[in-house]
């Protein structure tokens, strides 16, 4: 589960070089990150409940504001019975459902053969009769393999992606999907994100390390040729601490999510006072 790379010379000028990353071995849990000030009690429940009704889910931010980590919490909501294919660069996701298949790219060897991409990886995936799709990141053309798999039945199916904002995931999105080298129009696709995604979960990690779900905002539909973006849950910052911590406070914005039917009609009623604005 840790992630270790190498550099030498002739690309590292100065020498060799090697990173590891490494992670713990006694994994957070929800009630940590609470602790932690990452989120809210209110955010915590809100988001496990569109995990457990099978809303497709992308887990957004900065590098290193905690994705990977958020990821593998969200899906401690995931029930023990569904069927769940995960596929990775490099395997970290450690879940404990017991009907899971792994999966893990492949780089190519010395002559260039034998690559498996994660985009072979997501097709394939979709021949496996999987209840959710969890793919550690996208970063190019299986973006739209995914949108696919979202449109077509898999509910439930999450992933992370790197952006600097909530609507900036969107861009990214688009920008990702045309990476799979069909010319689809940027209206076509933005119908397909619209239409395949329920919910963006954007984290910030700070200057001074601090890691906060910033933003929780319900993907809409299409207005004119514009993907709509409701923020349903944010962090306010009021200013920062002397020794570089951010100060403020975690609120609902007033606004009921539009897929309040689709997760009460599923048995989850959501308490409208968990959406009221201060």
Known sequence: GSRINAVIPPVAQQGSCLSIRRFLKDKLAVKDLIDKEALSQGMADFVAVCVAARLNVIV?????????????????????????????????????????????????????????????????????????????????????????????GHDGSMTTVHSNSPRDTLSRLETMTLMAGFELPVLAIRKQISSALDLIVYLTRFPDGTRKVTHIAEV???????????????????????????????????????FSPRLEAMGYKLDRQMFMGR
């Open 60 to 152: 957004a931010g900065n590098t290193s504001s905690g994705k990977t980590t958020f990821l593998y919490i969200l899906t401690r909501a995931i029930p023990d019975h569904e069927r769940i294919v995960t596929i990775e660069d490099s395997v970290e996701l450690q879940m404990m459902q017991t009907h899971k298949v792994s999966l893990e790219a492949r780089p190519a060897d010395y002559n260039g053969d034998g690559q498996v991409t994660i985009r072979d990886l997501v097709k394939n995936s979709l021949r496996m009769r999987p209840d959710r799709i969890i793919v550690g990141e996208i970063r190019g053309g299986e973006t739209l393999d995914m949108l696919q798999a979202m449109n077509t």
């Open 220 to 258: 809409g539909g299409m207005e004119s040729e514009v993907i709509t973006l409701t923020d349903l849950f944010v962090f306010q910052q009021t200013g920062t601490s002397p020794d570089g911590k951010p100060l403020g406070n975690f609120r609902p914005t007033g606004m009921r999510p539009m």
